[in-house]
């Protein structure tokens, strides 16, 4: 049974970091890709960093260069390291994984349609 289970979001001002860490257990993270997303109010949950199981990491624009993702296989864990944050950075952030098949490297994001498994998400707010 796979289960994702989010931690690190809080409240920061603009310009700080946070580090948020998805607490992955049931899968095998050979044959899995994984992501961020996140969800605003009224806005759509968008696809923010993904990970592909051969090791290629995508970013959203929005956050090229301030955001990294990465893993820790012996921890079992997916990170997201967010550094020079800004208000419109504030959302609900969700870890995502699905069976994607070994070594492979999608080009570019993932969508929400792609993946099965989710957490339930943290909370991040940047004030001005």
């Known amino acids: 049974q796979v289960r994702l289970v989010e931690s690190g979001g809080g409240s920061v001002q603009a310009g700080g970091s946070l580090r948020l860490s998805c607490a992955v257990s049931?899968?095998?993270?050979?044959?899995?890709?994984l992501a961020w997303f996140r969800q605003s109010p009224g806005k759509e949950r968008e696809a923010v960093a993904g990970?592909?199981?051969?090791?290629?990491?995508n970013y959203a624009e929005s956050v090229q260069g301030r955001f990294t993702i990465s893993k820790d296989t012996a921890k079992n864990t997916l990170y997201l390291q967010m550094n020079s944050l800004k208000p419109e950075d504030t959302a609900l952030y969700s870890c995502a994984a699905e069976r994607c098949g070994i070594w492979v490297d999608y080009p570019r994001l993932r969508t929400r349609d792609d993946f099965t498994y989710w957490g339930q998400g943290t909370q991040v707010t940047v004030s001005s």
């Open positions: 990970l592909e199981s051969g090791g290629t990491t």
């Open positions: 049931g899968i095998n993270w050979r044959d899995h890709c």
